[in-house]
């Protein structure tokens, strides 16, 4: 009884880092931007109860706010297709008998590793620079231009899918394993009933694989949302051309660091939240007329 | 009982690892450079004082400011200091945090825009006592210099330095296409002339920042940015904007600027200038930038006064930034003694070597003559003409600023890019800034 006792006491022992810096470092945070949220708050002088005056604001009296949730969404709904697209394909591709695929996997991983990091960002503004890569090369095949393809406004959240998209390499992982899980016996069956690739592609991959589907799709749209440090980094911090790259949590860091209005900003960090939350119960409840679950 | 020791050993690692953590109480430090404590030769002396002092800047201004606190350290054993600093954007994102905490260093670097802010949160201790009973040693100083720092009759901030807006142009440039020099009173349908003649030969005329010489635009017709009281804007007549933008649209849309797509992009670093690459002859900017342009260029530049008409109207020597001391500050009088130290010694000057202004103490200016350099004499040349030939600053920026200058530049962006005509932005503008600024009413 007291040998069990103490097996007790190493438990929390070794768990209480983690309790600890969820208690201090999520769950206060983010009750106190609750709290926040109903202030307003510059950081130099106390909270002032406001009541719901920041959500009032942020519905009816910010036209700047109803730009970066179309650029987000623009942003959310082409990055996450595309990327997925990218992902499935390239993990099929990968899912062969051929010789040094483990070289070929891990170089194809290695954009996701380094991730939304500033690094790559700051890569990605010479890329697109107007004396970057891209122009070069268009100077090559006999394309003279100079535009920065960052900076000009048709085409600077483009860059931003680009890069979002050049990462796919987590997703590519997780279909590559999905894939591998598909057993082989009905591929065979398939073909000896006269299927042809693109059939089996319909009828036995997509399907089985719809689960894995769904895991990506969640993941990538919630990191897509809060995607920001390519957006700080390429746009200078402004979101600009014109606004064009203003995601949502660009604006809010905006409001919150450049304005110093924490209140305002903890406001719109919740109403994220709560969108993220519908965006992804849709996407569940939806997922039973295309998830196959095998049973 | 053999078992015990494992976790016990375990939580004993585990205090020490979160007493480690806590203890290093650098979390207030720049993104740029790490915080440290200059130990002089007398360290094992015990340490009285303990002062924290943050300022921002470049890796040139951190390096001499190291420098300068160590020799003040070892002139005065008994105080230790600890520094804190970080590039212009990253040093507000950490002070506001730390005031916040009521955890502001003793001595404080601040720029005139943000003076009202933070004296006005009550966060900022109020020099006069200070200065008065000699602590704080001004009497070098003009008193106008000593009075930018006041707001609302209070001392909140000790000018280091003054500065003043100009145009600094690459003469030899000018001397090519056929310009032998700019006359002292020129005027904006000069520089319009002198920048289509330079088209000619391919080099643009820098961007000129909207926050900085929209205003000095309205001073020269006797009109303000903001109102006294910061309330509102500083105009009610739409039409200055109109002429201000629509001159401003005219030269980009003939080619005299870069593509604002190009521009919108740089972080207005004295290596991305223009003038710097060589695509361009003419920048306006501050008198403390024109040695670091000056040195990314490569090249002799000149100095002289803005286009007017009215230039002396429009000109305004400003100070490059201010000390203060925080009103949490358990220190205050050591804290004056040390930024009284600094704005008199001339051998501390001797290493800020005008980076912070053309340095306030008549005696410091004095004593630092015979080391100038051609480049620094410029500078003084060109500060002493501003001197006579300019009028008072405006008040501090008021709260809010930040957001109207954000409202401005979205304004230049709309109207280059054609999305906005000039009037409509003129119209969106003043209905947005004074929303924003009306907020400072109560």
Not at chain 1, 141 to 152: A, E, K, M, P, R
Not at chain 2, 380 to 398: E, I, R
Request: with cysteine; aromatic share 12%.
């Amino acid at each position: 009884m007291k040998l069990r006792e103490n097996d007790h006491i190493v438990g929390y022992v070794f768990i209480s880092p983690f309790i600890l810096g969820f208690l201090i470092f999520t769950l206060f945070p983010m009750f106190s931007s609750l709290y926040f949220s109903f202030t307003e708050y510059d950081l130099l002088s106390a909270p002032r109860w406001v009541g719901l005056s920041n959500y009032e604001k942020m519905f009816t009296d910010d036209d700047k706010i109803m730009d970066s949730i179309r650029v987000t969404l623009t942003y959310v709904l082409t990055s996450v297709p595309s990327r997925l697209i990218i992902a499935l394909l390239v993990a099929m591709l990968l899912n062969r008998a051929v010789k040094g695929i483990g070289l070929y996997r891990a170089t194809y991983y290695l954009p996701s590793l380094i991730g939304g990091s500033v690094a790559v960002s700051i890569m990605w503004r010479q890329i697109f620079g107007d004396k970057g890569l891209i122009n070069a090369f268009l100077d090559t095949i006999g394309i003279h231009t100079t535009i920065s393809w960052i900076g000009y406004p048709a085409t600077a959240l483009g860059t931003l899918v680009l890069l979002s998209v050049w990462q796919f390499g987590s997703s590519m992982l997780i279909f590559l394993a999905g894939l591998k899980n598909i057993p082989g016996t009905y591929y065979e069956a398939a073909s000896v009933d006269g299927a042809g690739p693109i059939r089996k592609f319909f009828h036995i991959t997509l399907p089985l694989l719809s689960p894995i589907i769904l895991f990506n799709l969640i993941l990538q749209t919630i990191s897509g949302f809060l995607t920001f440090t390519p957006a700080y980094i390429i746009s200078n911090g402004e979101g600009g051309p014109l606004n064009n790259t203003l995601l949502y949590s660009l604006y809010l860091f905006h409001r919150a660091f450049v304005f110093f209005e924490m209140g305002y900003a903890s406001a719109m960090a919740w109403f994220m939240l709560i969108l993220i939350g519908l965006i992804t119960l849709v996407i569940f409840k939806t997922s039973k007329y295309w998830v196959h679950y095998e049973s | 009982m053999k078992r015990i020791p494992i976790p016990v050993l375990l939580l004993v690692m585990l205090l020490f690892t979160i007493i480690g953590c806590s203890s290093s109480q650098q979390s207030a430090n720049g993104g740029t450079g790490s915080s440290r404590t200059i130990e002089t030769a007398k360290s094992e002396s015990k340490h009285d004082v303990k002062l924290r002092i943050a300022w921002w800047g470049g890796q040139a201004r951190h390096d001499y400011t190291l420098k300068l606190i160590e020799m003040y350290q070892q002139q005065n054993p008994g105080v230790k200091i600890d520094t804190e600093y970080a590039g212009f954007d990253d040093y507000w994102k950490k002070l506001a945090p730390q005031a916040a905490a009521n955890q502001l260093p003793d001595i404080i670097q601040m720029d005139i825009s943000y003076l009202n802010q933070y004296s006005s949160k009550n966060q900022l201790e109020d020099l006069d006592e200070l200065t008065s009973n000699g602590t704080l040693d001004v009497r070098s100083a003009s008193p106008e210099t000593i009075d930018a720092g006041r707001i609302g009759g209070k001392l909140y901030g000790i000018t280091l330095g003054v500065n003043a807006m100009g145009a600094t142009f690459d003469a030899a440039l000018l001397k090519q296409a056929g310009i032998a020099s700019i006359p002292v009173n020129w005027t904006w349908s000069d520089l319009e002339q002198i920048a289509k003649r330079m088209k000619g030969q391919g080099k643009v005329l820098d961007h000129m920042r909207f926050d900085q010489f929209f205003p000095y635009y309205l001073r020269t017709h006797n009109q303000h940015y903001f109102s006294s009281d910061g309330t509102s804007l500083g105009y009610s007549d739409p039409q200055y904007f109109i002429d201000y933008f629509t001159m401003y649209l005219k030269w980009y849309d003939a080619g005299y600027m870069r593509n604002w797509d190009k521009e919108s992009l740089t972080k207005l670093t004295p290596e991305e200038n223009p003038v710097a690459l060589g695509d361009g002859f003419m920048t306006m900017a501050w008198s403390n930038q024109f040695i670091t342009l000056q040195e990314a260029s490569n090249k002799s530049l000149n100095m002289i006064g803005m286009p007017g008409p009215n230039g002396k109207q429009g000109l305004y020597l400003k100070p490059t930034m201010l000390f203060s001391i925080s009103k949490s500050s358990k220190q205050k009088t050591e804290a004056a003694k040390f930024i009284s130290w600094f704005i008199n010694d001339l051998e501390a000057n001797k290493l800020i070597h005008g980076d912070r202004g053309i340095p306030i103490s008549a005696a410091v200016k004095e004593g630092l003559k015979p080391l100038l350099t051609e480049a620094d004499q410029k500078v003084y040349d060109y500060v002493a003409w501003a001197q006579l030939n300019s009028s008072a600053m405006d008040p501090p920026d008021p709260p809010g600023a930040a957001e109207v200058s954000k409202l401005l530049r979205d304004m230049q962006e709309q109207i280059l890019y054609r999305k906005l005509s000039v009037e409509e932005a003129a119209a969106k503008f003043m209905n947005d800034a004074n929303a924003v600024l009306a907020k400072n009413k109560k």
